[in-house]
Each structure stands twice: as structure tokens, then as C-alpha cells.
């Protein structure tokens, strides 16, 4: 059964970067969609970035376009979050998670082929 491994999150200093990656093991990510979520302390999740199973379709949301950059090796079975130009306010525990499509994230019908990881930490301190 497909599992999903969070790592390279840590702890920077403003203006800082950190490449997070998202390894699947149990299983292939090769048809998958990959998203990356973000929660901070008492706020909501939040999707960052999704790479559609081709890797041709990119999805950003408004606060991180520009400045983070998704990627996927399917010869690693991996998906990677590149982060720069880091700010407190990107401080959270980020999540990958797979499914189907991008556009399927979160939409009842679909929540059953959704796999999340367990979550790595960023810490950005001013």
C-alpha cells in the first residue's frame, strides 16, 4: 500500500531555502497527482502546490507563486517542493498528498483515494 514520506523541512532565517521532499514507497507515484498543503498553528490547511501525474501542469497559490517551485523525479518515485525567499509567515507543517488529479483535492467523491504523509516542519524566524 502506497505511504508517503515527508522530509527536508527545518528551521531558517528570513530570506532562507529549503527543498522539501515528498518519497512514496509501497507503491507508485508514476499516475499520480501530488499536492503540497501547509498548516500553521491555529489557521487552516492550506494547498500550496500541485503537480499533475505528467508533470506538465503546475498549480501555485497566490502566496507562494514566484517564490516555490514544484518538481517530480519518477525515476525516485518523488515529488519535491523547493522553497525560497522564506518568510515567518511560511512557517507550518507542509503535507504531500496524492491523488487522482489536482482538481480532486478535497472534493468529497475522491477524499477515499487520497494518501497524505505524516508532515515536516519549516520554521522561519525573522
Known amino acids: 500500500q502506497l505511504q508517503l514520506v515527508e522530509s527536508g523541512g527545518g528551521s531558517v532565517q528570513s530570506g532562507g531555502s529549503l527543498r522539501l521532499s515528498c518519497a512514496g514507497s509501497g507503491g507508485t507515484l508514476y499516475y499520480s497527482a501530488v499536492g503540497w498543503f501547509r498548516q500553521a498553528p491555529g489557521k487552516e490547511r492550506e494547498r500550496v502546490s500541485c503537480i499533475s501525474s505528467s508533470g506538465l501542469r503546475r498549480e501555485y497559490s497566490n502566496s507562494v507563486k514566484g517564490r516555490f517551485t514544484i518538481s517530480r523525479e519518477h525515476a525516485n518515485n518523488t515529488v519535491y517542493l523547493q522553497l525560497n525567499s522564506l518568510q515567518p509567515e511560511d512557517t507550518a507543517v507542509y503535507y504531500c498528498?496524492?491523488?487522482?488529479?489536482?482538481?480532486?483535492?478535497?472534493?468529497?467523491?475522491?477524499?477515499?483515494?487520497?494518501?497524505w504523509g505524516q508532515g515536516t516542519l519549516v520554521t522561519v524566524s525573522s
Open positions: 498528498a496524492r491523488n487522482d488529479h489536482c482538481s480532486w483535492f478535497g472534493l468529497e467523491n475522491y477524499k477515499e483515494r487520497e494518501v
